[in-house]
């Protein structure tokens, strides 16, 4: 298309497991732009607040973003183009649970619907999508923007629920959900009954994925049900 990527910015959002990083490093190798992996900015005590800290700071030219919830917070309009990876569920869950890192998580948070408020956040653009290939698309900005907010509007307004006042996330889970949602961070995607262990896998990061990791493995090994499993181990804190 004659666009110089190192001229741009670019952003990935997809869930955990389906190698955001990965293809962040590899384009940014290949077209010899800058990475920010955003799993360490904006933390708070219900996730991440993306969207205060882009506010906050500069994005240049020549950067590639990537974080699961970046599309759902950040309006993306920030970016000149955006990648969503989609891959099936299964795939993904098995893929987190082989790696380890963050497998805790799998049985704290409930990442069907996860995926489906990110396939919302980027179906809710304006332009083309391209795919580049089975499971990756990507999207320039048109002229006129990705119109987003105003896509998302029209969407609430056609399931009868009134906009005003919600942040971008909450937008996105009341349209994929269908009704009004109101919740904050990571808290919307949390599981029954497990609010406590997803408290302690934001504060303990790594350490708490490796231990939930462990015991979803001994659980998937002898076959016994991991339903509540995280919510019911002792997770270390910050």
């Known amino acids: 298309m004659g666009i110089d990527p190192a001229k741009h910015r670019i952003a990935i959002s997809a869930t955990g497991g389906t190698g955001k990083s990965t293809l962040a490093k590899g384009l940014a190798q290949h077209l010899g732009m800058d990475v920010l992996h955003m799993d360490d900015v904006g933390k708070s005590l219900t996730g991440r607040n993306l969207t205060k800290w882009v506010g906050q700071n500069e994005l240049k030219p020549g950067l590639i973003a990537e974080q699961t919830h970046l599309l759902n917070q950040v309006n993306p309009d920030k970016f000149d183009a955006i990648i969503h990876l989609d891959k099936p569920m299964e795939q993904v869950k098995e893929q987190i649970l ?3 890192r963050g497998a805790g998580q799998l049985d704290v948070y ?3 619907r996860l995926h489906d408020a990110i396939q919302t956040g980027f179906r809710h653009t304006a332009g083309e999508a391209h795919e580049v290939t089975p499971g990756i698309r990507v999207k320039m900005r048109p002229p ?3 119109q987003s907010e105003a896509l998302l509007d029209h969407s609430l307004a056609e399931k009868g629920i009134n906009a005003t006042g919600m942040t971008r996330q909450q937008k996105i889970l009341s349209v994929t959900t269908g009704t009004h949602q109101s ?3 990571l808290l ?5 009954g497990n609010i406590a262990a997803g408290a302690g896998i934001v504060g303990a990061g790594g350490v708490a994925g490796g231990l939930g990791a462990s015991a979803l493995q001994n659980q998937v090994a002898t076959g016994a049900p991991t339903s509540g499993l995280a919510g019911s181990s002792p997770l270390p804190r910050g």
């Open 110 to 112: 409930n990442y069907d």
């Open 188 to 192: 919307p995607y949390l599981r029954t």
């Open 144 to 146: 006129t923007g990705f």
């Open 183 to 185: 919740g904050a961070g």
């Open 98 to 100: 082989n790696r380890g």
